[in-house]
């Protein structure tokens, strides 16, 4: 596909020119930068008492096609645009990489860490064609939920006010992971279970999510800044006149 020209000049090794490993490195450096070969072998053959440097060269195959199947909690067109290899050009296996840890980014950040992606090549008229094939699996299930840095609630008190907890927990709950329940419980629901006993300062300093994703399981780990605990100091009734202070006080 490339011109036996333009590869001399990407070599750029002239006749009678000394060679050493620096040159020839440098040759197969820039071979590679075109992206248009997999391999690249040199050789150096003796033919009529000449020394002939030769290089191999074993092409990519061109991009004929592009599919993606699998896709169904997801949006396939979210899937899709996680895509951006080009038709007609040749196939780089590192940008292929690329495509598949994006789109398995692209579950992770849906819930679905047990999601696997594949890619299949196949002969087309147009060149090969690579399909994106996924299996979303499942969501993870939580095996248990630990919080550190907490001296005044222990952990069954913070967990209760979650809405991510351990499967089995309670019988209702099936302890399936969300992304979205998960961000509520480190930005409302834990601050708001810790307001309740006084701990209006408490803070989420810290929180990982430890995937086995083998078991399908996943341990979520909390770490929080309890803060003082605010306790009632003095309590004053203004502006009474109908009911004496010590009437009113009985209400709260």
């Known amino acids: 596909?490339?011109?036996?020209?333009?590869?001399?000049?990407?070599?750029?090794?002239?006749?009678?020119?000394?060679?050493?490993?620096?040159?020839?490195?440098?040759?197969?450096?820039?071979?590679?930068?075109?992206?248009?070969?997999?391999?690249?072998?040199?050789?150096?053959?003796?033919?009529?008492?000449?020394?002939?440097?030769?290089?191999?060269?074993?092409?990519?195959?061109?991009?004929?096609?592009?599919?993606?199947?699998g896709p169904d909690r997801v949006?396939?067109?979210?899937?899709?645009?996680?895509?951006?290899?080009?038709i007609g050009r040749p196939i780089d296996p590192a940008q292929v990489t690329r495509v598949i840890t994006r789109i398995d980014s692209l579950y992770e950040s849906k819930g679905y860490y047990l999601a696997e992606v594949r890619a299949d090549t196949t002969l087309v008229a147009e060149g090969t064609k690579i399909t994106f094939v996924v299996d979303e699996g499942r969501r993870l299930a939580v095996s248990g939920v630990a919080i550190e840095g907490n001296d005044r609630l222990n952990d069954a008190a913070v967990v209760a006010g979650m809405a991510t907890s351990p499967e089995g927990f309670l019988w209702w709950r099936k302890g399936e992971f969300d992304d979205d329940a998960y961000a509520g419980d480190l930005t409302e629901r834990i601050p708001l279970a810790y307001g309740r006993h006084g701990f209006i300062d408490m803070q989420v300093v810290g929180d990982s999510l430890i995937v086995d994703r083998e078991r399908g399981k996943a341990m979520v780990r909390i770490a929080v800044d309890e803060g003082p605990q605010y306790v009632v100091g003095t309590f004053e009734v203004n502006g009474a006149r109908r009911f004496s202070d010590t009437e009113i006080r009985r209400f709260f």
């Open 1 to 69: 596909r490339v011109a036996e020209s333009a590869l001399r000049a990407d070599v750029g090794i002239a006749p009678r020119t000394s060679l050493n490993y620096r040159t020839l490195q440098r040759a197969i450096r820039d071979l590679f930068a075109t992206t248009q070969f997999d391999d690249i072998q040199i050789v150096c053959e003796v033919v009529g008492g000449r020394a002939m440097l030769v290089f191999t060269l074993t092409e990519r195959p061109l991009l004929g096609a592009v599919d993606v199947v």
């Open 75 to 86: 949006s396939v067109g979210n899937v899709r645009d996680q895509v951006d290899l080009l």
